[in-house]
Nanobody, 127 residues
Framework: QPHLLESGGGSVEAGGSLTLSCEVV?????????MGWFRQFPGQEREGIAA???????SYADSVTGRFTISKDKAKHILSLRMDDLKPDDTAMYYC????????????????????WGQGTQVTVSS
């Protein structure tokens, strides 16, 4: 199974930016399967926010459309999430993920099982 290693979380003031990175260290064929980003608020289930397929097509949840950008570096096996205009409501634990099926449509994101997760990275946005 793939081993996903995340980095880039931290604290930022509202309106600021952060970029998260996720390195696919081993496992799944990086170039074949879609990847995405999820976040989890305390006491709630993880929710998908962005996805990118093998061809580089991006899709997003309504909550982040226009503010977040997902991308991938095929050569380096790195998935990124650029987050702009951050809001206090974006404060959460963020996870990268890979699965056979992962996409966003109609403002929501969907993922098949099994889903492979990174360890998570905390993002805190202060007002």
């Amino acid at each position: 199974q793939p081993h996903l290693l995340e980095s880039g979380g931290g604290s930022v003031e509202a309106g600021g930016s952060l970029t998260l990175s996720c390195e696919v260290v081993s496992g799944f064929e990086y170039a074949i399967y879609p990847m995405g980003w999820f976040r989890q608020f305390p006491g709630q289930e993880r929710e998908g926010i962005a996805a990118i397929d093998k061809d580089g097509n991006e899709s997003y949840a309504d909550s982040v459309t226009g503010r977040f950008t997902i991308s991938k570096d095929k050569a380096k096996h790195i998935l990124s999430l650029r987050m702009d205009d951050l809001k206090p409501d974006d404060t959460a634990m963020y996870y990268c993920a890979q699965a056979a099926t992962l996409f966003c449509r109609g403002g929501r994101c969907y993922v098949s099982r099994p889903t492979y997760w990174g360890q998570g990275t905390q993002v805190t946005v202060s007002s």
